[in-house]
């Protein structure tokens, strides 16, 4: 199986709903979900094809329907002085103790290990013995809510949404055979402008 990489550059605000434990509050994850990058390739080709029944298309009901292109979440990149760091997930294993910071893998200590830790950051990039920390920013916007009838503004209706602050850019894999990704990369080239997320109709989410 051969592989294309993927770069995404936020545009706008973007926001990817998470769960947040407040009803005013639309949280946003820190990553691209695969399943969305998959929803913002499939909208373009319906699109660019002006397909009424995308299902028919064969390249569509492979690519998006068959899973004969496999789509990776995509993680944080940064630049750093003169290279580009590609962020993952933290793996679960890796800690804070609480009262030096010092970093641990408890799946490393002895058994007699007792100190207290904490977890670290939630992306980072890890190279030999060196752990680079990573999370991506976000910003809290405010909005009305309107009456769906009347259009007018609420009074006492107020609603927050979080969201990725534009600018940043985002990395990831698209795994397939030879053939299909030679094909997608024909049909999508090199660069392109779309929606993601959501309220991707409004000021959010654009990307390219």
């Excluded at 299902?55 to 940064?78: G, Q």
């Excluded at 893998?105 to 190279?127: G, H």
């Excluded at 990831?172 to 080239?189: E, N, P, S, W």
Aim: aromatic letters at 10%.
């Amino acid at each position: 199986m051969k592989s294309l990489n993927i770069q995404i550059k936020l545009l706008s605000p973007v926001i990817l709903s998470s769960h947040v434990p407040d009803n005013n509050l639309t949280g946003t994850l820190g990553h691209i979900p695969a399943s969305s990058i998959l929803g913002l390739f499939a909208a373009k080709y319906i699109h660019d094809k002006k397909l009424k029944n995308a299902h028919d298309d064969n390249n569509f009901f492979k690519w998006f329907l068959k899973n004969h292109i496999i789509f990776t979440n995509t993680y944080i990149s940064e630049k750093m002085e003169t290279d580009e760091i590609d962020f993952q997930p933290t793996p679960m294993c890796i800690k804070k103790q609480k009262k030096d910071n010092q970093l641990v893998n408890i799946l490393a200590v002895d058994d007699d290990y007792d100190e207290q830790t904490t977890s670290f950051s939630p992306f980072s990039n890890i190279c030999g013995n060196t752990i680079k920390a990573a999370e991506p920013e976000k910003i809290i916007n405010f909005h009305h809510k309107r009456d769906r009838l009347s259009g007018h503004t609420k009074d006492r209706g107020m609603f927050n949404y979080e969201a990725l602050v534009p600018g940043q850019v985002f990395k990831g894999k698209i795994y397939g055979d030879t053939q299909d990704l030679q094909a997608f990369k024909r049909v999508f080239g090199d660069e392109f402008t779309a929606r993601l997320g959501k309220s991707r109709n409004t000021e959010y989410g654009k990307v390219k």
